[in-house]
T-cell receptor, first 113, second 112 residues
Framework: DTAVSQTPKYLVTQMGNDKSIKCEQNLGHDTMYWYKQDSKKFLKIMFSYNNKELIINETVPNRFSPKSPDKAHLNLHINSLELGDSAVYFC????????????FGPGTRLTVT | KQEVTQIPAALSVPEGENLVLNCSFTDSAIYNLQWFRQDPGKGLTSLLLIQSSQREQTSGRLNASLDKSSGRSTLYIAASQPGDSATYLCAVRTNRDDKIIFGKGTRLHILP
C-alpha cells in the first residue's frame, strides 16, 4: 500500500483557472505538509498542518490554501493559477510534532499554460 | 536507517564573525541534502540545496558543502548578522524510499 498518495500525478491547466491537488496518507500521522519543488529541485515548504495548527510559509501567495477534511487528507487548492505556479508539488506526512522524519508522496506535476 | 545529527545544538557568536554549522548523516545513499532556516513560530525557509553529485552551493553569505562519502555537510555563514539568529536544520532526501530525514537543528544566536 502506498503510504502517501497524491492525485492527480499530472495536471495541465490554463492561467486563471482554479484547481485542487489531493493528498492522502494511511500512516496514521498527525502532521501533513505541502512542498513546492522548483526547476532546480529546490524543495520549499508551503504549509505544515496538524489538527491544532496551520503554519503557512509567509512567501506563499494567498491563492494557495490547504483544506483538511480529516486527519488523513490535506488537499491543496490553488485559485487564479499563474504561469509561475508551474512546478512539482509534494505532499508529506510525519508523526505529530516530529517533522524530523517525513514520508513523501510521489508528487504532482502542475503545468500552467 | 538514516540518521541525521547536527552539532552543536546551540551556538552564540558575536556579530561579524564567520561560523560553521555541522550536519552528519549515517547513510550516504542520499538523493540530495538541503539546509533550512526556522524562525520562532514560523515555518521552514529553504536556504541551500546540494544534489548528491555536487560538492557545494553558495547563496550570498551562505556556503554549504557536501562530502557524501564521509556523510557530512557544513553550512558556512560569513560575516554573521543579528538577523541570522534562527534555528538551522539540515535534511537529507533518501534514495531508498520517499523520505526526508531532518536533523534536530542548531539554534544560532548572533550577539549584537
Amino acid at each position: 500500500d502506498t503510504a502517501v498518495s497524491q492525485t492527480p500525478k499530472y495536471l495541465v491547466t490554463q492561467m486563471g483557472n482554479d484547481k485542487s491537488i489531493k493528498c492522502e496518507q494511511n500512516l496514521g500521522h498527525d502532521t501533513m505538509y505541502w512542498y513546492k519543488q522548483d526547476s532546480k529541485k529546490f524543495l520549499k515548504i508551503m504549509f505544515s498542518y496538524n489538527n491544532k495548527e496551520l503554519i503557512i510559509n509567509e512567501t506563499v501567495p494567498n491563492r494557495f490554501s490547504p483544506k483538511s477534511p480529516d486527519k488523513a487528507h490535506l488537499n491543496l487548492h490553488i485559485n487564479s493559477l499563474e504561469l509561475g505556479d508551474s512546478a512539482v508539488y509534494f505532499c508529506a506526512s510525519s508523526p505529530w510534532d516530529s517533522y524530523y522524519e517525513q514520508y513523501f508522496g510521489p508528487g504532482t506535476r502542475l503545468t500552467v499554460t | 536507517k538514516q540518521e541525521v545529527t547536527q552539532i552543536p545544538a546551540a551556538l552564540s557568536v558575536p556579530e561579524g564573525e564567520n561560523l560553521v554549522l555541522n550536519c552528519s548523516f549515517t547513510d550516504s545513499a542520499i538523493y540530495n541534502l538541503q539546509w533550512f532556516r526556522q524562525d520562532p513560530g514560523k515555518g521552514l525557509t529553504s536556504l541551500l540545496l546540494i544534489q548528491s553529485s555536487q560538492r557545494e552551493q553558495t547563496s550570498g553569505r551562505l556556503n554549504a558543502s557536501l562530502d557524501k562519502s564521509s556523510g557530512r555537510s557544513t553550512l558556512y555563514i560569513a560575516a554573521s548578522q543579528p538577523g541570522d539568529s534562527a534555528t538551522y536544520l539540515c535534511a537529507v532526501r533518501t534514495n531508498r524510499d520517499d523520505k526526508i530525514i531532518f536533523g534536530k537543528g542548531t539554534r544560532l544566536h548572533i550577539l549584537p
